[in-house]
């Protein structure tokens, strides 16, 4: 099954690449619980909708952003998916590039918890797997 979910995971992320929303969401299930250890103080968000407020609260901090999925981790019933992540400040202006990691929970086939978190290390960490 790992395998399986990390082709899910991929194809999630080549949809929402390509602007294919539905595409996207269809490896996410509806009541998916998502906490983003990135942003200090923030709360969980729940459901598609949450997904679409943690993306905005994420943006807001960007004049541009775009993810760029370079590996796909297998950890039992969960994928990290690390992503080198290019953005410009909207304030400073200041453009970064880095490596995120997001932690895919699977269950049946769709994404039921993400944890994002500001470094691979971390999202390798926090499924037990060591770089």
């Known amino acids: 099954m790992s395998q399986e979910n990390v082709e899910i995971v991929r194809r999630s992320y080549e949809a929402y690449t390509l602007g294919d929303i539905e ?18 103080d923030a709360s969980e968000y729940h459901g598609h909708e949450g ?3 943690w993306q905005a609260d994420w943006e807001s901090s960007w004049e541009s952003w775009r993810w760029e999925p370079e590996e796909f981790v297998a950890a039992g019933d969960r994928v990290v998916a690390v992503l080198r992540v290019h953005a410009k400040g909207r304030e400073s202006g200041a453009e970064i590039e880095r490596l995120d990691g997001a932690v895919w929970t699977m269950r049946n086939g769709k994404g ?20």
């Open 112 to 131: 039921t918890r993400l944890d994002y978190y500001g470094s691979k290390a971390e999202a390798l960490e926090a499924v037990g797997v060591r770089e």
């Open 51 to 53: 997904m679409f407020r």
């Open 23 to 40: 595409g996207a969401l269809a490896a996410i299930d509806p009541q998916i619980v998502i906490r983003d250890h990135d942003i200090p």
